[in-house]
């Protein structure tokens, strides 16, 4: 979604932010803006489209000298994305440039205000009602001026505020919406995202809601909206840049896929406990007395990530025999949820930032939940406000379909399972058992990821269908929803999971020869069930794929494609089975020309409702 970058130093300012852009152009985005502190006043330049027409808009003026701005990418939400609705957005006398990202939720009322002032509104956004209100607020001190216009506003932000009255000040805030201050020496940054500042600096300092800085080339000054001060810790991250660069892949998704055995390694690092047949994981915050007598966890999240919970569901309740509630966020936090101090709530984000997710979140602790992150990008909103948790330790996901963190996700949901079930009723063999094959699962990948020729292969013949099923049962279902999932989001072909014998009561009825039909069918307890389902597929002259069992050699006869998975243990089949789903997505997305890394309308981070 909409992304944010300041700088403020003694070099040239533009080729940061530009650079600083194109690290958040992985988040989504319609149309980019910035501006420029120059000796004559802002200058202000937009474009609708990539930031590459932002560059040919400045024309002459790229060789400005000023060091001191702020950029912006903008995925619309109040207005649609054009020029005039691009920011940043100014005050009348264009004095105060602003860039926003989030949503204004009573700019009705205070536009109807401003205009009884005199102001004159150009745009249909919500944000230049917020640049307009900091002129109004102003009287000499520009931090106090934002500080004026925040207390009457309702709803979420992260801004970044210049004015031409104030050389070598950048006034950033935040309230709901993420918002980084990066240290330099003699500069300093401001960014939604760390990504945007990661070339320059790794030592960071997050913005709390509800916080102000004052960021100059040499300090940075943090107050409470209520003007209390904070000593900001500076943290240092460890993310590097090589991590955010393709390293001659074609696409993000294309290296996050390939990166899978590396990210489960990290993933499982440290955590797995041989001779005890049990997972470590410390950062949950609960004593081994409190994990035996846990009796209701729910698991919220949105996107993928949410199938991940439908995953973690099937592992805690058969593994631990603990009940879990899986629900979409969005979908939590509106329906009065029963919840209360007995209740565990998961929350599972791969961004940390996503609205919905961190609104149930609130809602359960509210209500004296306990509640886990189950987080990747460190320090985010999500992983802040946890009573504790566990990251996945992925490293930046920059296409927009998740691949790595899906799989991350997972592997930390089995040693939760394998943790709660050792807890209770799971035997150490059991546990072994599993942990024994956790450890495979890199390897494992490593094979299929071997055999992406033959994938590419059937990509090629089915890449111009127009419609695609998938079919999983058990702890496979969710990994048929999530391999719909990534072939819409990537390729825009229709596609829909669904629990394999759920197919005679509905979906049966779209079958025909034009319909390639994706099935899990590995050997597992449900396999004779997947095959008769398959049958009824053939029998309807639809095109089976098959996700098979290394060995089974009587499936090639019955389906028309088959992909091999290596055998492993029964609960740690979506690891692998997903991966196939994965590359396939991507190649028919390439085949059909798609932008894979940013696909239409979709965003990284949603961090709106
Ligand atoms: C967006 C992304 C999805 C992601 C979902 C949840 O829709 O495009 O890929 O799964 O948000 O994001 P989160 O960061 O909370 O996992």
């Given at each position: 979604?909409?992304?944010?970058v300041?700088y403020v ?8 932010l530009i650079?600083?852009l194109?690290?958040?152009?992985y988040r ?12 004559d006043?802002?200058?202000?330049s ?9 560059e040919?808009?400045l024309g002459?003026r ?14 619309a939400?109040?207005?649609e994305?054009?020029y005039?609705?691009a ?5 009348n ?12 939720e ?6 109807e205000?401003l205009?009884?002032q ?9 944000t230049?009602?917020?640049a307009?209100l900091?002129h ?13 216009a925040?207390t ?5 932000y992260?801004i970044?505020?210049v004015?031409?009255l ?6 950033a ?5 993420p ?10 940054f401001?960014a939604s995202d ?9 030592r960071?300092?997050y ?5 102000i ?7 940075f000054?943090?107050t409470?909206?209520?003007?209390t ?10 993310w590097?840049l090589?991590m955010i660069e ?5 696409h993000?998704?294309l ?10 390694r990290?993933?499982?690092?440290g ?5 005890e047949?049990?997972a ?6 609960l ?17 993928t990530?949410?199938h ?11 593994i ?6 899986v ?7 509106y ?5 209360d ?6 929350a599972?984000s791969q961004?940390?930032?996503?609205a ?15 509640v886990?992150?189950?987080v ?16 996945i330790?992925?490293?930046p ?13 997972v592997?930390v949901?089995?040693?939760i ?12 063999a ?7 094959a956790?450890?495979?699962i890199p ?12 994938i590419?292969?059937?990509?090629d ?6 419609n ?5 049962r058990?702890i496979?279902f969710?990994?048929?929803l999530?391999?719909?999932?990534k072939?819409?989001?990537?390729s825009y ?9 759920e ?15 994706v099935v ?12 008769s ?9 639809g095109r089976?794929?098959a996700i098979?069992t290394?060995?089974?050699?009587e499936?090639?006869?019955?389906v ?8 492993t243990h029964?609960?740690?089949t ?10 396939l997505?991507?190649h028919i997305a ?10 239409r309308?979709?965003a990284?981070?949603?961090t709106?409702?």
């Amino acid at each position: 979604m909409c992304g944010i970058v300041g700088y403020v130093g003694s070099r040239k300012a533009l080729p940061i932010l530009i650079n600083g852009l194109k690290r958040l152009e992985y988040r989504g985005y319609d149309s980019a803006g910035l501006a420029l502190l120059q000796d004559d006043g802002l200058l202000i330049s937009k474009s609708v489209g990539k930031i590459k027409h932002l560059e040919d808009a400045l024309g002459d003026r790229s060789n400005s000298q000023a060091s001191h701005g702020i950029a912006h990418t903008r995925w619309a939400t109040h207005g649609e994305p054009n020029y005039v609705n691009a920011h940043p957005h100014t005050d009348n006398n264009c004095e105060i440039a602003l860039v926003h990202n989030g949503i204004i939720e009573n700019y009705r009322t205070l536009r109807e205000y401003l205009v009884r002032q005199g102001y004159i509104i150009k745009t249909d956004t919500d944000t230049e009602i917020l640049a307009h209100l900091i002129h109004f607020s102003y009287q000499g001190d520009l931090v106090e001026a934002v500080r004026g216009a925040l207390t009457q506003v309702e709803g979420a932000y992260g801004i970044a505020v210049v004015s031409s009255l104030h050389p070598d000040l950048i006034v950033a805030a935040r309230k709901g919406s993420p918002l980084v201050i990066g240290q330099g020496v003699d500069e300093n940054f401001v960014a939604s995202d760390v990504s945007a500042m990661l070339e320059h600096t790794n030592r960071v300092v997050y913005l709390d809601d509800d916080e102000i800085a004052a960021v100059t080339p040499n300090t940075f000054e943090i107050t409470h909206i209520d003007r209390t001060r904070r000593d900001p810790q500076v943290e240092e991250i460890s993310w590097t840049l090589d991590m955010i660069e393709k390293e001659g892949f074609d696409h993000f998704m294309l290296k996050e896929i390939h990166e899978q055995p590396t990210t489960i390694r990290n993933a499982i690092r440290g955590r797995l406990n041989f001779e005890e047949g049990i997972a470590r994981l410390n950062g949950l915050n609960l004593q081994y007395d409190e994990l035996r007598t846990i009796s209701r966890i729910i698991i919220t999240a949105c996107g993928t990530s949410w199938h991940s919970a439908l995953i973690g569901k099937y592992l805690i309740e058969e593994i631990a025999r603990v009940p879990v509630e899986v629900e979409y966020a969005s979908e939590f936090r509106y329906r009065s949820p029963i919840v209360d101090s007995q209740t565990v709530l998961f929350a599972i984000s791969q961004s940390g930032e996503t609205a919905d997710t961190l609104a149930a979140m609130r809602e359960a602790k509210k209500h004296g939940a306990t509640v886990l992150g189950i987080v990747n990008a460190v320090g985010s909103t999500i992983a802040r406000e946890s009573h504790g948790g566990v990251y996945i330790h992925a490293g930046p996901e920059i296409g927009v379909a998740s691949t790595k963190a899906f799989t991350s996700q997972v592997m930390v949901l089995t040693l939760i399972a394998n943790l709660l079930g050792r807890m209770r009723n799971w035997s150490v063999a059991q546990g072994r058992e599993m942990i024994e094959a956790v450890e495979a699962i890199p390897a494992q990948i490593e094979s299929i990821l071997a055999n992406e020729d033959a994938i590419k292969a059937i990509a090629d013949a089915y890449h111009q269908a127009t419609n695609f099923l998938y079919l999983g049962r058990g702890i496979n279902f969710p990994v048929a929803l999530e391999g719909a999932l990534k072939l819409k989001e990537i390729s825009y072909i229709h596609a829909e999971g669904y629990p394999a014998a759920e197919m005679k009561h509905g979906p049966i009825a779209l079958i025909d020869e034009n319909m390639p039909v994706v099935v899990i069918a590995l050997k597992d307890p449900v396999y004779d069930k997947v095959m008769s389902n398959i049958a009824e597929v053939r029998a309807r002259n639809g095109r089976v794929i098959a996700i098979a069992t290394e060995g089974d050699t009587e499936i090639a006869d019955r389906v028309n494609e088959v992909i091999y998975i290596p055998h492993t243990h029964r609960l740690l089949t979506p690891c692998l089975a997903v991966i196939p789903l994965q590359l396939l997505s991507y190649h028919i997305a390439v085949m059909r020309d798609c932008s894979v890394d940013q696909p239409r309308n979709l965003a990284k981070s949603v961090t709106v409702e």
